[in-house]
C-alpha cells in the first residue's frame, strides 16, 4: 500500500526564521515518484519539486532545499528565511512507477509565518 | 496562458439536488483528475481519466460521476447520492507519461443549502 505522512498539521513561525516541514511516505515499489506542492489561500496547487527514487541528491532553489533519504522513507523540505508569503499549506504526494497517474497525498502542513 | 479554468468557484446544492462542477484545460493533457479536499484529510481521488471516453474510479467515485467526450473537458457530476458534498473540489492535468507532475484549477467550493 502506498501512504504518505505529513505529522505536522500546522506550523507557526516568526519571519526570517528556518523551517522544516517533514514528509514520511510507504511504498513496496522500488521505482517511484516524490512531490512537494505549495496550496496558497487562493486554493490552486502549485508544483514545487519532483524526485525519482533513483536520485538522492538534495536540492537546493533558492530559499527552498529539500533533503530526500530513502533509508528513512523521508523527503522533507526546508524553508530557510521564511517570508509571509510562505504562509500556505504543503503538500508532500507519491506517485508509484507502474501506476504512474496515481498519486497519493499526505494530508497537508499548514504554515503560518509571522511577521 | 495555458491552465485548468474550474467554474464556478462557489456553488450550492439543495437536497436532492445534481450539481455538475466544470473544468477546463488548454494544456493539450490527456489525463485529468478529480479531487476532494476536506479540512485535515489532503486530497482524495474520485475519478480520473487518462483519454478521451475512459475513466476510472478513485478511492472516493461513490455519488459521482464524470464523462471524458473531449480531450478539453472534465466534467464531474455531485448526484443526490453524495450524502456530505460540502467540500473543496479540486481539478488537475498531466500529460499522462513520465510521471509529470499535475497541475491544479483553482477549485470549486460546494455547500448544501
Redesign the interface.
Known sequence: AQKVTQAQTKISVVEKEDVTLDCVYETRDTTYYLFWYKQPPSGELVFLIRRNSFDEQNEISGRYSWNFQKSTSSFNFTITASQVVDSAVYFCALAQYVKSNQFYFGTGTSLTVIP | DGGITQSPKYLFRKEGQNVTLSCEQNLNHD?M?W?RQDP????R?IY?S?IVNDFQK?DIAEGYSVSREKKESFPLTVTSAQKNPTA?Y?C?S?P????Q???????TRLSIL
Open positions: 489525463a483528475y479531487y485535515g484529510q489532503g486530497l481521488l480520473y487518462q478513485g473543496f479540486l488537475a498531466n499522462g507519461t513520465g510521471h507532475p499535475q497541475h491544479f484549477g483553482d477549485g
